[in-house]
């Protein structure tokens, strides 16, 4: 809330609570409730560490789907606020498409007049403040528990004990609020008051910025008939538009996706409650019909607000489900993405950090990015464009022939390309670690190291690169040839290592499969340094040069070996579970060596 605007509510509260005791009781029933969502909303996020996201991830593949995870979603959780905020935080992550996130958005409204029917059907008919004691004492007993899952049991029990609470406290107080003043006697019949109304109500949800607060506001009030039945549709009109405030201010901070999602949200409301406006009076006829085949009383004004919120959701949801994809166009031509700057963080979304799925999901894109990055740099310093390693002709014959001078920077490449992404993960990566334990989330560990292993190839690639660059003016054809084979086994890795990328996303290959490289890169070490020795002993090359050949070719096992790790990590790590069972089956490092040198199968010779 801004200051200006907060400076102005604690003036307006001031002056109610010098005018009125009973206003204080109102308020304060109002901080309950609103203090009530915080702790539920804290209770669920608390179940958020892989099981609310994996079921949105699998229930949201069609837009029915989608529809019906955002009704459940916010029936169960009672905050369409936490649902537009995970669901921001998933689009900007990647893990949804823009159609499924408004799906999920134009189910949450009517899983949000739930709430309504909860408070008019339940809330106003007992005393719930029985209730409210006994859910603040085994909550708060439950949250002191150093178990997440109990904890957030805790925070749950809390939050309604506390909701429950400020629903009898705005009611108590609205019933002896008439003695003071009767808000009733300020009601406003027709056009007039149905806009300023619902002008009001909008006000009045943007400063809460709930819109189930205004809602039990609403019926409280009406329940002790201090505002009419015409003025109280108004105000639900205004609480459901006021309520995009959350998934605005959400969406601040997240990318292009998030900003077209928020404005869905808008535009969804906005629409729905002009509907609502126009067909009032056709909605109050259609409210009392539904209401006489349900069996309510005429009377029973609250229950007849509840259907009139549903209904009028409903109706908004029909009329735009139809026109998902014209809106989703409209969207895209409304927040057009700006050309995207490469070497700059992509899928890094701080409104993720509260969700560890999604913040390791995050972090393995920005991994992938910055791999992109990485393998660009790499094959730069050998005179080589990604390009060649889908181009036809033979890669060999590409290295053999290219007698081009290279003069590539990696140390500049390194400052443009990885460090600005590279630091931003880590960081991100810590500050994750400060809202949640690691164990949720162990794949963490493991991007963190595949970002660090990409790096020291990278570093690598630089030691290398000095003697690789002499090499191409060397006199001496062997040389030549023992530094191309070095160029052409790391760019040979980088290709087989895109291949195995392809063939992975398409479920061809398992993890075990990884062994094969694995021996490659064991066999084609020892044939070098055997290669070598040779070479100088048959004195083809001098101890000198045969030295920074053991160095350099030290440089590229290291190089292969971190491109490998890392590839693994980045390709096959999508089932943590699953990759440590495969990774127990898998060979480890000495027992490849041990393989590779009681076979010691052949490979085609390198130049």
């Not at 609570?17 to 309950?32: M, R, T, V």
């Not at 700059?344 to 972090?363: D, H, M, Q």
């Amino acid at each position: 809330m801004p200051k200006t605007l907060l400076f102005v509510v604690v003036l307006l509260l001031s002056y109610g609570f010098w005018l009125s005791d009973e206003f204080k009781g109102i308020a304060a029933g109002i901080a309950i409730f609103l203090f009530g969502m915080l702790s539920l909303e804290q209770g669920f996020k608390a179940f958020t560490g892989g099981m609310l996201e994996r079921i949105l991830q699998k229930t949201t593949d069609t837009i029915w789907k989608s529809l019906s995870f955002g009704i459940v979603s916010t029936t169960l959780m009672q905050s369409s606020g936490l649902v537009s905020i995970i669901t921001i935080s998933f689009l900007s992550a990647g893990l949804l498409d823009l159609v499924a996130g408004i799906g999920i958005i134009f189910g949450a409204n009517l899983g949000s007049t739930t709430g309504a029917w909860l408070i008019a059907g339940l809330g106003l008919k007992v005393k719930i403040s029985t209730y409210a004691m006994p859910m603040l004492v085994f909550g708060v007993l439950c949250s002191f528990h150093n178990n997440k899952q109990l904890k957030g049991i805790g925070y749950i029990l809390t939050g309604l004990g506390f909701l429950f609470l400020g629903i009898h406290f705005m009611k108590e107080s609205f019933e002896t609020f008439e003695n003071t003043i009767k808000l009733a006697d300020y009601a406003m019949p027709g056009l007039k008051g149905l806009l300023i109304y619902t002008l009001v109500g909008i006000i009045a949800t943007m400063i809460m910025q709930s819109s189930h607060a205004t809602l039990v506001l609403i019926i409280t009030a009406l329940s002790v008939h201090q505002i009419t039945y015409d003025n109280a549709l108004a105000l639900a009109i205004g609480s459901n538009i006021g309520s995009t405030v959350t998934a605005v201010i959400g969406s601040l901070s997240a990318n292009i996706q998030g900003k077209r999602l928020a404005g869905a949200h808008l535009l969804f409301n906005l629409l729905t409650g002009i509907i609502a406006l126009i067909f009032i009076k056709e909605f109050i006829i259609a409210v009392d019909r539904i209401n006489a085949a349900l069996g309510i009383a005429v009377t029973d004004n609250t229950l007849k607000l509840a259907t009139f919120h549903s209904l009028f959701n409903l109706v908004g949801v029909a009329v735009m489900l139809p026109f998902m994809n014209h809106l989703v166009a409209l969207l895209e031509k409304i927040f057009v993405e700006k050309r995207p700057n490469l070497f700059r963080p992509k899928y890094l979304n701080p409104s993720a950090i509260g969700f560890p799925e999604t913040v390791a999901e995050s972090v393995r894109l920005e991994t992938i990015h910055l791999y992109e990055h990485g393998i660009h740099i790499i094959l730069h310093a050998f005179g080589l464009r990604k390009r060649n390693l889908s181009d036809q002709s033979d890669l060999k014959q590409l290295i053999k022939q290219n007698n081009d001078p290279v003069e590539y920077d990696i140390d500049a490449g390194y400052e443009k390309r990885i460090k600005g992404i590279y630091s931003a993960i880590i960081a991100f990566i810590g500050q994750a670690n400060t809202t949640w334990e690691m164990k949720q989330s162990p794949n963490l560990a493991l991007l963190r190291d595949a970002n660090r292993t990409l790096v020291e190839a990278i570093k690598d690639t630089k030691h290398l690169q000095k003697n690789w660059v002499r090499s191409r003016t060397s006199k001496n054809q062997v040389t030549i040839d023992e530094y191309k084979k070095i160029a052409y086994q790391i760019v040979s890795l980088i290709q087989q290592i895109e291949q195995f990328r392809r063939e992975i996303a398409e479920n061809e290959l398992p993890l075990l499969s990884l062994d094969v490289l694995k021996a490659m890169i064991e066999d084609e070490d020892m044939r070098m340094n055997r290669s070598i020795d040779t070479l100088i002993r048959e004195r083809k090359i001098t101890p000198e040069t045969g030295s920074s050949l053991i160095n350099d070719s030290t440089y590229m096992y290291n190089i292969k070996k971190n491109l490998i790790k890392t590839a693994e990590t980045l390709f096959v790590n999508d089932n943590i579970n699953a990759i440590y069972i495969e990774q127990q089956l898998a060979l480890d490092e000495a027992e490849i060596k041990e393989v590779v040198q009681a076979v010691d199968a052949p490979i085609t010779d390198n130049p």
